[in-house]
T-cell receptor
């Protein structure tokens, strides 16, 4: 079974500091994709960052970067220079090459940013 | 650019009533998804369409739920009769085929409360 696990229900970070959100997954597929989605209070889910499993290089998008450890099936999100607007629920998600739009989501991590 | 548009934003109804949720995907997108979000079960994929055709409805909880996509710019999710356990936020999302696997564009969701 393909599963996504986020073990941190809540996290907190000071403004301008760095925070890392954890995610592990389980799959027997070799061709898959991993994602972090952000859900602010407005509820609209927004893609933050995307990683193809076949790429060894970790994806980065401005202040957001991932640490993709394929052997350990770990996919953490690092947010640098945290801003108040980063406060949201963050979801780790997975899909495999045979069903590239059938996303499986983790349970989410609620990130609070303290001024 | 207009994003995915969902209506209503909030719906409160009584058990046994019919509920219809509506979605307008982003123009040009050919895949559409309905997700349900609850505290207990997180984000679940209910059904998705490709080129207006239902591809996978294995997530639809029971026969009380039905979804249609009569054309490329409109989809509905209907619950009849509704039950209190259907209370959730229902999200519609769209994307352009396999252009960027897993990159879905979500609407703001419809919060349904069944009394």
């Amino acid at each position: 079974a393909q599963t996504v696990t986020q073990s941190q229900p809540e996290m907190s970070v000071q403004e301008a500091e760095t925070v890392t959100l954890s995610c592990t997954y389980d799959t027997s597929e070799s061709d898959y994709y991993l994602f972090w989605y952000k859900q602010p209070p407005s509820r609209q889910m927004i893609l933050v960052i995307r990683q193809e499993a076949y790429k060894q290089q970790n994806a980065t998008e401005n202040r957001f970067s991932v640490n993709f450890q394929k052997a350990a099936k770990s996919f953490s999100l690092k947010i640098s220079d945290s801003q108040l607007g980063d406060a949201a629920m963050y979801f780790c998600a997975y899909c495999y090459g045979g069903a590239t739009n059938k996303l499986i989501f983790g349970t989410g991590t609620l990130l609070a940013v303290q001024p | 650019d207009a994003g995915v548009i969902q209506s209503p934003r909030h719906e409160v109804t009584e058990m046994g009533q019919e509920v219809t949720l509506r979605c307008k995907p982003i123009s040009g997108h050919n895949s559409l998804f309905w997700y349900r979000q609850t505290m207990m079960r997180g984000l679940e994929l209910l059904i998705y369409f490709n080129n207006n055709v239902p591809i996978d409805d294995s997530g639809m909880p029971e026969d009380r739920f039905s979804a249609k996509m009569p054309n490329a710019s409109f989809s509905t999710l209907k619950i009849q009769p509704s039950e209190p356990r259907d209370s959730a936020v229902y999200f519609c999302a769209s994307t352009l085929g396999d252009y960027r696997a897993g990159e879905l564009f979500f609407g703001e969701g419809s919060r349904l409360t069944v009394l």
